[in-house]
């Protein structure tokens, strides 16, 4: 959702900039606001969990363990920030994960 996002920021950017090209070289641009990398993903499976990381151009794949008696609680790579799991009631095939992003 992300790339879908910054690549119609790109389009709008890119048509209102095609008036100017015809301009020559005269005239000021301002920007404002803020470009973010995306998050991470997350996968599931074959009691697994791998999380795809990027920032600044730079992927990591991280795959942890997951267990039904220990939840999980680590840092995502990149020092994109922090993952925690909480056990939902008494079943321990169900938790829910928190991702908090620096």
Same mark, same amino acid.
């Given at each position: 959702?992300?790339?879908?996002?910054?690549?119609?920021?790109?389009?709008?950017?890119?048509?209102?900039?095609?008036?100017?090209?015809?301009?020559?070289? =005269?005239?000021?641009?301002? +920007?404002?606001?803020?470009?973010?990398? *995306?998050?991470? #993903?997350?996968?599931?499976? @074959? &009691?697994?969990?791998?999380?795809?990381?990027?920032?600044?151009?730079?992927?990591?794949?991280?795959?942890?363990?997951?267990?039904? =008696?220990?939840?999980?609680? +680590?840092?995502?790579?990149?020092?994109? *920030?922090?993952? #925690?799991?909480?056990?939902? @009631? &008494?079943?321990?095939?169900?938790?829910?994960?928190?991702?908090?992003?620096?």
């Amino acid at each position: 959702m992300n790339r879908i996002k910054w690549g119609l920021f790109l389009g709008v950017f890119a048509s209102g900039m095609m008036q100017y090209v015809s301009a020559g070289s =005269t005239g000021t641009i301002h +920007f404002y606001g803020a470009i973010v990398d *995306g998050g991470c #993903t997350f996968n599931t499976g @074959g &009691n697994q969990l791998v999380s795809h990381c990027e920032r600044g151009g730079a992927q990591v794949k991280q795959t942890r363990q997951i267990s039904t =008696t220990n939840p999980l609680s +680590f840092n995502l790579p990149l020092s994109l *920030g922090h993952v #925690t799991t909480q056990q939902v @009631g &008494n079943n321990p095939h169900l938790a829910i994960m928190t991702v908090s992003y620096n």
